[in-house]
């Protein structure tokens, strides 16, 4: 093997690395969640997508930060506002949360969704 074919295996390598390492997994994990899902936010139950303008986001259901599993099990996809909006309450608090939340989480969705209808106008 010369010196050039060794790059790029090690190019190869640190890529698939890459893939599978921290963030990688976790893409997975939403793609599957989404599926289970049907493409609902697990708080909200509006539509959200993994597509580079869509909003989903993977939520540790335990936040990583009160000591909850990075595993499938604890994870469920949401939107970026209802994501934003739970940080690190648990469930059971956060439910509380958006029964005052749910009413600003579609506002805020129905402003972002103009915005980007706006956006995608200009940018077709
Ligand atoms: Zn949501």
Redesign the pocket.
């Known amino acids: 093997m010369d010196e050039d074919a060794i790059k790029q295996a090690q190019i190869a390598a640190a890529w698939e690395a890459h893939n599978a390492g921290p963030h990688g997994y976790r893409r997975q994990w939403l793609i599957r969640l989404l599926a289970m899902q049907d493409d609902k936010?697990a708080?909200?139950k509006?539509i959200i997508s993994i597509s580079p303008t869509g909003d989903a986001t993977l939520d540790h259901q335990v936040p990583l930060a009160k000591a909850g599993a990075d595993a499938f099990e604890n994870c469920v996809a949401?939107?970026e506002?209802?994501n934003h909006a739970k940080g690190d309450l648990l469930p059971g608090e956060f439910a509380l949360v958006m029964l005052d939340r749910r009413a600003q989480?579609l506002e805020g969705r129905r402003k972002r969704a103009k915005w980007r209808g706006r956006y995608s106008r200009r940018h077709p």
């Open positions: 936010c708080y909200c509006e949401a939107c506002l209802c989480v």
